[in-house]
C-alpha cells in the first residue's frame, strides 16, 4: 500500500508475527541524522497485518512530520 509518499509492505516473520516494511515511493533513501536506508523494518511482533500497517503508518507521519520541520530550518537558515 502506499501511504504520505511511502510504500508498506506488511511481512509475516515467524508464525503470528507481523512486522512492516517502509520505504520512500521515489526509491530515494530515508535519510535519518546522516544515515541513508534504503527501506526501513519498523514496529513490534504485530498479531496481525492491519496492526502493523496501522504502526508503520505512525512512522510514515513522524518521519514527514520530521522532514517537514528540517526542511523549514534549512530553507530559514539559507535565506
Known sequence: MTYGGFQ?????AGRGLWHARI???DH???VIDGVSFPE???GFAWSDAEAAIADAKTRVDY???RFLTTEK???TAHV
Open 8 to 12: 508498506i509492505e506488511a511481512f509475516e
Open 23 to 25: 520505504r520512500r515511493e
Open 28 to 30: 530515494q533513501p530515508v
Open 40 to 42: 526501513l523494518e519498523v
Open 63 to 65: 518521519l514527514n512530520r
Open 73 to 75: 530550518t534549512r530553507k
